[in-house]
């Protein structure tokens, strides 16, 4: 073996006919050997992409000798010629060349591989991700990080062009109620005491702004010990924005702009602006969804005033009772849902609450539908014209309280369009969801909880509702939606010292309590606040969805699984005696 390593001259999937004749040094790992007496084919493999190298003996006997001792994933490096294929092959963007090996280095050998370095490769997740390091050499994942890193460069270069500065906040923190459960971190040397993990730098970025920085940016990792999911992590990363001295329209339209960079320059997509708003009481009426996908229509429509003196006593006792009653139209797919079909529809709208499934299919010899004998002609005529429909259409409906009409019709137009496969996944749809509660009422704890965070500042005209109608109040809040994902959510924030306390108030905080909790932030408000807002997303689940894979692990290069553990570190994992006693902790055992 050469004592001097063969240093590369270029990356393996960017040669091509034009580097034809031209003395090239590679280095790679060997995806694969093939041995065919005189001649050995071994795929070579890079960041870049692969390439095929032939070994001959008439060139190299040397070489030769070497790569028929040579395995899967050996890292080598090999200087040869670039020749045109003999037989091409037009799969591989470098299948026009090959390269004639006139020289070869083992720089190391390898163990055959517990998985395939291929993306087809069919090995369970849980033993992807304890061997990560070589799941990452496959080219899909390869591909998902360099993308995720162009995606975060682009966000970059955009935010410092808008005037933005890049500021790190904490790691370890104080721990304040922000809706999730905190990860602690204790302390040695203030025993007793501990440190939070920062769900997001809410209150360190509205100091920012306190302290006249004015516009504030920062790609961070964030904590929350949450029940996880495919879209969600323990610790996952934001791009959080602050502004100074701007209302709601500011912070959209200079996120739009960003929206925009983001899809011309990562997937050459042209984003027309301004992006479409609605309420978020316009999208739970419509689309049964604060998050609506809205690459298709099916939107719920409420008939209760129609159905509300039929014979079909479902419907007209559950609007006696105050209850609801909404239908969807699957426009043109009447024929697409036997029976059957209709009965698998219905479990799906039990799974979120509904009582059962009423459906009627109109077609051309009329209404099929074991309920529509309940109705009268004009009862009906009244719901096909409310529900715009027409031969050929399928109407569904669900009767309940509204929060379980909204929530199963709006997962199951969602359902339905996944199984007529409705959902483009080349298609992207972007929305903002304004004018959210500001708070909510939670029935377990008999007290109001704010829907974002305790920062949200409440919309002028509704102020005055925090003493009498708390559940009314919106918010001057906004998520950013893409194909019925939030992939990211902001608000105008409470700069007045004693409207935060208020705020606290409401969410039965005493002032005693919201002092030991936020006083900094409110000690701070005390000296000059500007108006401020901002936004944060979830640079994970974007990227996930402009790769378009269905699980956010794919975009992450050492994810947690969905028990939030780490396989290929045994993370989380016992503290020794010695550890413990430093940090002043005992641990109990569960009987």
């Known amino acids: 073996m050469s004592s001097m390593l063969l240093k590369r001259t270029h990356m393996c999937g960017t040669l091509n006919s034009e580097n034809i004749d031209e003395t090239v040094v590679l280095n790679g790992w060997v995806q694969k050997r093939r041995d065919l007496g005189g001649l050995i084919f071994v795929d070579l493999r890079d960041r870049s992409g692969i390439l095929q190298i032939v070994f001959d003996k008439d060139i190299s006997l040397e070489a030769f000798e070497k790569a028929e001792t040579i395995g899967s994933e050996y890292v080598v490096a090999t200087r040869g010629k670039v020749r045109k294929r003999q037989s091409i092959n037009p799969n591989l963007p470098t299948g026009e060349i090959e390269v004639f090996a006139e020289e070869l280095q083992i720089l190391n050998v390898s163990e055959t591989p517990p998985i395939y370095i291929k ?59 922000e809706g999730a459960r905190d990860y602690l971190v204790p302390s040695r040397v203030n025993p007793g005491k501990f440190f939070a993990l920062p769900q997001s730098p809410q209150l360190f970025k509205q100091l920012l702004m306190v302290s006249g920085m004015e516009k504030y940016f920062q790609i961070v990792k964030c904590f929350r010990d949450e029940d996880l999911r495919a879209d969600r992590q323990p610790e996952f990363t934001q791009i959080d924005c602050e502004m100074s001295f701007v209302d709601i329209d500011d912070i959209m339209k200079v996120n739009e702009r960003l929206l925009q960079r983001i899809f011309k320059d990562a997937l050459n997509i042209e984003m027309k602006l301004p992006i479409k708003k609605i309420s978020y009481k316009e999208a739970m009426e419509r689309y049964g969804s604060d998050k609506p996908d809205i690459r298709f229509g099916f939107e719920l429509v409420d008939v209760s005033g129609i159905v509300k003196n039929s014979s079909f006593k479902v419907f007209s006792s559950t609007v006696e009772n105050k209850g609801f009653v909404k239908a969807i139209n699957i426009e043109g797919y009447e024929d697409a849902f036997s029976r059957k079909d209709i009965t698998s529809l219905e479990e799906v709208a039990k799974t979120y609450g509904a009582k059962g499934l009423a459906w009627m299919k109109i077609t051309k010899d009329g209404i099929t539908s074991p309920i529509a004998k309940f109705f009268d002609e004009e009862e009906l005529k009244n719901l096909l014209e409310i529900t715009n429909g027409k031969t050929g259409d399928l109407l569904l409906f669900v009767a309940d309280k509204l929060d379980v009409v909204t929530n199963a019709l709006g997962h199951l137009r969602l359902e339905i369009a996944k199984r007529l496969k409705l959902l483009n996944p080349n298609e992207y749809s972007l929305l903002w969801v304004t004018e959210f509660p500001l708070l909510e009422y939670d029935e377990e704890d008999n007290r109001y909880v704010a829907k974002h965070h305790p920062f949200t500042a409440p919309v002028d005209e509704d102020i005055a509702l925090l003493d009498t109608a708390p559940e009314k109040v919106r918010a001057k809040a906004y998520d950013i939606v893409l194909n019925g994902h939030e992939i990211g959510g902001g608000s105008i924030r409470i700069f007045s010292s004693q409207l935060q306390q208020k705020m606290f108030q409401v969410l039965g905080f005493s002032e005693e309590e919201a002092w030991e909790k936020f006083g900094f932030l409110l000690e701070a408000f005390q000296y000059g606040t500007p108006p401020h807002g901002g936004i944060a997303y979830g640079l994970d689940r974007l990227v996930m969805l402009l790769t378009q894979e269905e699980n956010i692990r794919q975009v992450i290069a050492f994810p947690k699984t969905q028990n939030a553990t780490c396989p290929l570190t045994n993370a989380p994992s016992l503290a020794d005696y010695k550890q413990l006693k430093e940090l002043n902790i005992a641990v109990i055992e569960e009987s």
Not at 140 to 165: A, W, Y
């Open 119 to 177: 993306d087809d490769d069919d090995v369970s997740e849980g033993l992807r991700l304890k061997y990560r390091y070589l799941d990452l050499r496959k080219p899909s994942m390869q591909s998902n990080l360099v993308f995720r890193s162009k995606v975060s460069n682009i966000v970059r270069n955009f935010l410092m062009e808008e005037g933005f500065i890049e500021v790190e906040t904490p790691m370890l923190t104080k721990t304040t109620p």
